[in-house]
């Protein structure tokens, strides 16, 4: 039975004004499902929507900050108000921190980044599961990292952030496989996006992620590998895929 195959499906994708969500959003609605895209920057959440509807595909934009509870409730009201339920979830809208080890790291550069790449993707979730219960079936899929694997890929903040992610993941999937839903996440090896270290004055570490990536095993991956992962994860392809952390990073997460 296809319950969360992409063709006529709600499917909300955070952070789809950018990198990995705008590439997933664009194949999602390229194959027939229709896209909530939630992301903070109106301007590209907007262009995102807008190239969808060039090629025929459906999709709305809700714009604000998911680690606001009000902008949360507002992204799944107007997905249940638009697609008349909600199949897909993509929790991928993140921020890099400032590379700062523990000791380096202020209040601040931890906050955002727990907020941002732990608090919302709960918050998020936790809204869309009675959808989801209701409906008997669902797919979750979260935008991790290899910094969710291992030690050595980005600051404090961010590491913690991402190993949180994978265990919401398999929290979840534990939880809820007998209610039909699926919690599955993808670790992005570095990939070609417009995410950016968030350093300032006083930040040690590469000012963009591009000097990492040297360090690393590997080519570069493009958004759109990230994207088709994603999918995959979310359709009936994967039905028996639950709890699954899949490394899509040209064999990083192997050496
Ligand atoms: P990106 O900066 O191109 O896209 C991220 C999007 O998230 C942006 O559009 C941004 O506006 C949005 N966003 C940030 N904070 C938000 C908030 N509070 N509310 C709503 N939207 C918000 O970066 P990307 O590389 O496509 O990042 C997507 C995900 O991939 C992130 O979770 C990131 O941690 C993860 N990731 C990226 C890489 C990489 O190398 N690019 C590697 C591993 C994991």
Known sequence: MNTTDPAGRGVIVTGAASGIGRAAALRFADEGARVLVADLDREGAEATVEEIGRAKGTAVAVVGDLSDQRVVDRVVDTAVGTFGGIHVLVNNAGVMDRMSALGETDDDEWQRTLRINLTAPFLLTRAVLPHMLAAGH????????????????????????????????????????????????????????????????????????????????????????????IVFLASDAAAFVNGAVLPVDDGWAAT
């Open 138 to 229: 669902g797919s979750l899929v979260f935008t991790a990292s290899e910094a969710g694997l291992r030690g050595g890929a980005a600051g404090a903040a961010y590491t913690a952030s991402k190993h949180g992610v994978i265990g919401l993941v398999k929290n979840l999937a534990v939880m809820y496989r007998k209610q039909g839903i699926r919690a599955n996440a993808i670790a992005p090896g570095p990939t070609a996006t417009n995410i950016r270290v968030d350093a300032g004055p006083g930040a040690h570490g590469p000012a963009t992620i591009g000097p990492l990536i040297s360090t690393t095993i590997g080519r570069i991956g493009s958004a759109e590998e990230q994207a088709a992962a």
